[in-house]
């Protein structure tokens, strides 16, 4: 089992709430879910095996699974209470002859297999700095051949401040109609605390120099933002 900050956030308690939790933090949840899934199709063959990085509850296998009966999934993850959750969600969707768990940070993953596929939904931007980030991104390319997607989305932070601040603001107003005052501020400073906004420019060099193509954006709502890129030949 990794020692990754990220085991001590995604808890039991965590694991146990996440489902709903992220559906009101992040009111495009299931259409970001959904929009990965077609982009995917869009790519991938009718079997095809993907490489779920940080599958936290199994959201995206259960979507993708669910639509495409030949996909098969390997899910792999640092914490096992999350783990476990995405277990039990894939089991109750019926889908849990197609999927494997791995309990462990991709860039520690055992063996060399490669994948048709990658998909890293909401995992970067709990990784600390930019040499952390770089072997993540680097640990997903090794697992993907020439031509390959990789699919990912974070919370980001605009080049401007400004930017930043207005969306910032306006997500906290969206946040303050669904859940009670308490709650949103309990969340917002969890948020500033346990989140490192991803710097689209940055991200781009990291993925770039990993040997991905440069990003293309597929999903946008205020601070939430999904890109596709593909393994490159060299
Ligand atoms: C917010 S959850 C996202 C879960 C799911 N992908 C979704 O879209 O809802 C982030 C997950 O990333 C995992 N994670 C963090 N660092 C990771 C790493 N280096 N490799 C793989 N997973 C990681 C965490 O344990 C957590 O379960």
């Given at each position: 089992m990794s020692d990754a900050p990220s085991v001590q956030q995604f808890g039991p308690d965590r694991a146990a709430g996440y489902d709903d939790r992220i559906r009101r933090l992040c009111p495009g949840y299931d259409v970001l879910q959904d929009t990965v899934a077609s982009v995917l199709a869009a790519r991938l063959p009718e079997r095809a095996h993907l490489l779920v990085a940080g599958?936290?509850?199994?959201a995206e296998i259960v979507r993708m699974g669910q639509a495409h009966s030949g996909w098969r999934f390997t899910a792999v993850d640092p914490s096992p209470a999350m783990l476990d959750r995405c277990r039990s969600n894939v089991s109750d969707a019926g889908l849990e002859n197609r999927v494997e768990y791995l309990d462990a940070a991709v860039e520690e993953m055992p063996g060399a297999r490669s994948f048709d596929a990658a998909t890293s939904l909401?995992?970067?931007?709990?990784i600390d700095g930019r040499a952390a980030t770089q072997r993540y991104v680097r640990g997903l390319a090794e697992r993907l051949p020439p031509g390959a997607p990789l699919v990912w989305a974070d919370l980001h932070r605009p080049a401007s401040d400004e930017a930043f601040r207005t969306l910032w603001a306006a997500w906290r107003t969206q946040m303050r109609a669904r859940l009670d005052a308490d709650t949103v501020e309990d969340a917002f400073e969890e948020i500033e605390e346990g989140?490192?906004?991803?710097?689209p420019a940055a991200l781009t060099h990291i993925v770039t120099d990993a040997g991905f193509t440069p990003p293309t954006p597929i999903y946008r709502q205020l601070l939430w933002g999904g890109w596709i890129a593909s393994r490159r030949a060299d």
């Open positions: 599958a936290g509850t199994g909401l995992v970067t931007h709990f989140i490192s906004f991803v710097r």
